[in-house]
C-alpha cells in the first residue's frame, strides 16, 4: 500500500477494516434461521478490549517541560510498540526541501509522511489510545423484511451494494454488504465483534474514520510544526488522527499530551437516553456505545469546531499542556500527569479512577522521580528506555521467593498432579535483581512463573491490598501468596525450564533472542504482563532454546532535546533493523545496537550530514 490507500487503511483500523469481515459476511437471515440468538455482552466487552484500537500495538511516550531540564528546552522520548513483522513496522528517513521541510523520523510502511519524528524546532511521538472510535446502532427490522429498518415508526430500506475483489489466478469474488444511515451492518456470530442478524434485530457499524481522510495533512503540518502550539494546532485544523494520542516537546520548553482523535460524538447523556440494554453493559466496561436506532432523537449530532458530523471537536479533547512531565503507556488520559490528573471527559474516550496498567505506574514512577530530580538531558532518556525495571517484580518477587522458601520440603504441586522440588528457584528469585537486561539472572524464571500466574490466578485475588484511585499509582499492591495458583504456578515453571534444559539462574540473553545472518541477537525487555516498559512480546520456543523469536515491542525509538544549536540532539533506534531482507548489511545492525543497549547519534543538519564517513549520494533525474 502507498500513500492515500495507507493512511485510510490504518485510519479505519480501529473500526471497519477490523470488522470487514463481519461486514462482507452479513446476510439477511432466512427463515429457517431468522429466530437467531441473542448478543453474549461478556464476549462483546472482551472482543473490543481486545481489539481498540489494535491489541497487537501500544507505546510510550513522554514530554519533559524546560522546567525540568538542564537547559530549559523541552525532551521528548518515543517508545512506539509495534509489529516486528508485516506491514506495520517502520522505516527511518529524512525528508528534506530546502526551504520547505526538514524533518527526520518513522513512517510506517507505505507512508509518505513521517508518522513520529523531530525537527530543529519540535518531536513528537503517539500511543495508542483508549478512545473506541466506533459505536454500534441497534437495528429494529420490519417483520416482514429484515432488510427494512424502522426509524420513528417509519421504514428506510437497506441499501445492497455488491464489491468484486480481484483474485490473482482465479476468479474474481464478489462480496455483498448492507448499508444504512448508521453505517454498513455487521453480523458473525463468531467474528469481531461477535453480532448476530436476526428476523427483529440487526447491528449497524458507525465509523467516523471511514470518512477521514485528514491523516495525512495532520502528519505533514507536524513535520513543518515549529512548536507544541503547532503541533495542536494542526490536530485542531485537520481533525485527522484516527486512534492515537500525542505527546510532544519543543525547543522553547513546552510539552503537550492530547487525546486529539476522531471519535463518534458519543456523549454520556447520549448514552443515558439512548443506549439499548445491551449499550448499558457494554459501555461503562468497554467504552462501546450501543444506541437505538428505531429512535430519529438519538442521532450523534455535531460539535461546532468539528470539521465532520458526528464526531467530537477539539474542544473536548482530554489535553494537558506545559506540565513538568506529560506520560502515556496506553492507558486513558487520566494520569498523564498524576499531580495534574485529566478528568471530565466522556466515558468513549476512556476511563477515570481506575486501575492503571503495570506499564503505567511503573512509567509514572520512574518519570515522575526524573522531573523532581530535574537537571535532564537527553541522556536521562536513553537511560529511562533501557531500565528494564520489572514492576511486577518489584511488588512481587520478594514475596514470592519467601513464600518458595516456606513451602514444607520445598516441593509444589504442579497443575499435573506430581509434586515438584521447586527448593532452588527460591534464592534465584531472591537473588534476582528485578531487571530484563540480558545478563539478569532470575528474570526467565520470574517471568514464566508471572506469565502462568496471572493466567490462572483471577485479578480480584492476585493482591492483598486493592486498588483505590485515591492512590493509583501504588495499588494494587502485596503479592497474595495464598491465592489458589500460586504453587501450582511456580511448578510448572521449574518443570518447564528444567524440562527444556534452561538452568532457572541462566542469564536472559541465552534464551531471549532472534537470529539474524545465522547469529543469535540477545534482546532486552519484556512482556506486557510484567510491565517493562522496553516492552517486548517473544515467542516461547523451549525446543529451540526459550524465546526465538519477537512478535512486536519496541521499534522505533527517539530521544530528541535541543543545545540552541540549531540542530536537535537526537539518539535513535530502529530495533528490528531498517531493512526485512536477510541479503542486506541493514538486516540486523541496529538489532545488534539494540541488543548492546547502544544508539545512534543523528546527523540531521547538511553538515553533519556531509561530514559522515558512510555518506553516499544517489542522484534521481527523471
Known amino acids: 500500500m502507498e500513500g492515500p490507500t495507507c493512511f485510510y487503511a490504518l485510519s479505519v483500523l480501529g473500526g471497519q477494516g477490523d470488522a470487514v469481515d463481519g461486514i462482507t459476511a452479513a446476510q439477511p437471515p432466512t427463515s429457517a434461521a431468522a429466530g437467531g440468538k441473542g448478543v453474549d455482552a461478556d464476549a462483546l466487552i472482551a472482543s473490543v478490549r481486545a481489539r481498540t484500537a489494535d491489541a497487537d500495538m501500544g507505546s510510550n511516550a513522554i514530554a519533559f517541560s524546560g522546567a525540568t531540564t538542564a537547559n530549559g528546552r523541552g525532551l521528548l522520548l518515543g517508545n512506539p510498540h509495534y509489529p516486528w513483522q508485516g506491514g506495520r513496522r517502520f522505516w527511518q528517513s529524512q525528508q528534506t526541501i530546502p526551504g520547505e521541510l526538514d524533518v527526520a523520523g518513522g513512517s510506517l510502511l507505505g507512508s509518505p509522511t513521517i508518522s513520529i519524528g523531530y525537527n530543529s524546532h519540535v518531536a513528537w511521538s503517539h500511543t495508542v489510545s483508549t478512545g473506541v472510535p466506533f459505536n454500534l446502532t441497534r437495528l429494529t427490522l420490519d417483520p416482514a423484511d429484515p432488510t427494512v429498518y424502522l426509524v420513528d415508526g417509519k421504514q428506510e430500506r437497506m441499501t445492497k451494494r455488491s464489491v468484486t475483489v480481484a483474485v490473482k489466478g482465479g476468479a474474481p469474488v464478489t462480496l455483498t454488504q448492507w448499508w444504512t444511515r448508521y453505517g454498513p451492518v455487521v453480523a458473525d456470530p463468531q467474528g469481531q465483534p461477535p453480532l448476530p442478524w436476526t428476523a427483529t434485530t440487526a447491528y449497524a457499524l458507525n465509523d467516523p474514520n471511514a470518512v477521514n481522510l485528514r491523516f495525512a495533512d495532520t502528519s505533514l503540518d507536524f513535520s513543518r510544526a515549529r512548536s507544541t502550539a503547532d503541533v495542536k494546532a494542526s490536530l485542531d485544523r485537520h481533525q485527522g488522527l484516527p486512534w492515537v494520542n500525542t505527546i510532544a516537546a519543543d525547543s522553547s520548553g513546552h510539552s503537550l499530551y492530547t487525546q486529539s482523535q476522531v471519535l463518534p460524538r458519543i456523549t454520556d447523556d447520549l448514552v ?10 457494554t459501555y461503562p466496561a468497554a467504552g462501546l456505545a450501543v444506541l437505538d436506532g428505531s429512535r430519529g432523537d438519538c442521532a450523534l449530532g455535531s460539535d461546532a469546531d468539528a470539521v465532520q458530523p458526528g464526531i467530537f471537536g477539539p474542544a473536548r479533547m482530554p489535553t494537558l499542556k506545559d506540565a513538568p512531565y506529560a506520560e502515556n503507556s496506553n492507558d486513558s488520559a487520566w494520569l498523564a500527569n498524576a499531580e495534574r490528573p485529566l478528568t471530565g471527559y466522556e ?5 477515570v479512577g481506575t486501575q492503571r496498567s503495570l506499564r503505567t505506574r511503573g512509567a509514572i514512577e520512574d518519570v515522575a522521580a526524573l522531573a523532581e530530580r530535574g537537571g535532564l538531558t537527553v541522556r ?13 517484580g518489584a511488588l512481587a518477587a520478594a514475596d514470592a521467593a519467601k513464600a518458595c522458601a516456606a513451602l514444607p520440603g520445598g516441593t509444589a504441586t504442579a497443575s499435573d498432579g506430581k509434586a515438584v522440588d521447586v527448593g532452588a528457584a527460591c534464592p534465584v528469585l531472591a537473588d534476582w535483581d528485578r531487571t530484563m537486561n540480558t545478563d539478569s539472572r532470575g528474570a526467565l524464571l520470574f517471568d514464566r512463573f508471572w506469565r502462568k500466574l496471572t493466567a490462572t490466578v483471577p485479578a480480584a485475588q492476585l493482591w492483598k491490598v486493592p486498588f ?5 499509582v501504588r495499588t494494587p499492591h502485596t503479592l497474595n501468596t495464598a491465592a489458589p495458583g500460586f504453587t501450582t504456578a511456580l511448578a510448572d515453571a521449574v518443570t518447564e525450564l528444567r524440562a527444556a534444559g534452561i538452568p532457572l539462574n541462566s542469564p536472559l540473553g541465552e534464551h531471549q533472542f532472534v537470529v539474524r545472518g545465522g547469529q543469535r541477537i540477545a534482546v532486552p525487555g519484556g512482556t506486557e504482563r510484567l510491565g517493562v516498559w522496553n516492552k517486548i512480546e517473544p515467542v516461547w520456543n523451549p525446543a529451540g532454546g526459550g524465546y526465538t523469536e519477537v512478535t512486536m515491542g519496541s521499534s522505533h525509538i527517539q530521544a530528541v532535546g535541543w543545545d540552541g544549536g540549531g540542530c536537535p540532539v537526537a539518539r535513535t533506534l530502529l530495533t528490528y533493523s531498517q531493512s526485512s531482507n536477510p541479503d542486506s548489511p541493514h538486516y540486523g545492525d541496529q538489532t545488534r545496537l539494540f541488543s548492546t543497549e547502544r544508539w545512534v547519534t543523528s546527523r540531521f543538519c547538511e553538515k553533519d550530514i556531509l561530514s559522515s564517513p558512510g555518506l553516499r549520494v544517489v542522484r534521481v533525474r527523471s
Not at 443515558?272 to 453493559?281: A, E, I, K, V
Not at 466515558?347 to 476511563?351: D, E, L, P, S
Open 347 to 351: 466515558r468513549i474516550f476512556g476511563t
Open 380 to 392: 536521562d532518556l536513553q537511560r529511562q528506555e533501557f531500565t528494564n525495571r520489572v514492576p511486577a
Open 468 to 472: 483505590s484511585a485515591a492512590d493509583p
Open 272 to 281: 443515558s437516553r439512548c443506549s439499548t440494554d445491551l449499550g448499558r453493559l
